[in-house]
């Protein structure tokens, strides 16, 4: 059974940091390219970053030299580090594969605000 356990958010003020967390279990881990997304109320899920099976990484325009996506092959972790976050980065934030169709944690919720 495939999982994705997304933990580490929080309410942090604007300029503030925070490390996203993500467990995953059932499927063969160092093979799969892995991604973050994001959903703000109202709106539909955006991808944050990407990093792929040989750790190659890919940004958002919007997030750009402020998050860094990293990944643990022997843990099977996805992480991300978020700095200088703005109000326009609150939402729900998941972790999934990018080369099969699981279904979506439950995620964890990031507030930036002051």
């Known amino acids: 059974q495939v999982q994705f356990v997304e933990s580490g958010g929080g309410l942090v003020q604007p300029g503030g940091s925070l490390r996203l967390s993500c467990a995953t279990s059932?499927?063969?881990?160092?093979?799969?390219?892995m991604a973050w997304y994001r959903q703000a109320p109202g709106n539909q899920r955006e991808l944050v970053a990407r990093?792929?099976?040989?750790?190659?990484?890919h940004y958002g325009d919007s997030v750009k030299g402020r998050f860094t996506i990293s990944r643990d092959n022997n843990k099977k972790m996805v992480y991300l580090q978020m700095n200088s976050l703005k109000p326009e980065d609150t939402g729900v934030y998941y972790c999934?594969?990018?080369?099969?169709?699981?279904?979506w944690g439950q995620g964890t919720q990031v507030t930036v605000s002051s």
């Open positions: 999934t594969s990018m080369n099969a169709q699981y279904s």
């Open positions: 059932g499927f063969n881990f160092m093979w799969h390219d």
């Open positions: 990093v792929d099976s040989s750790g190659n990484t």
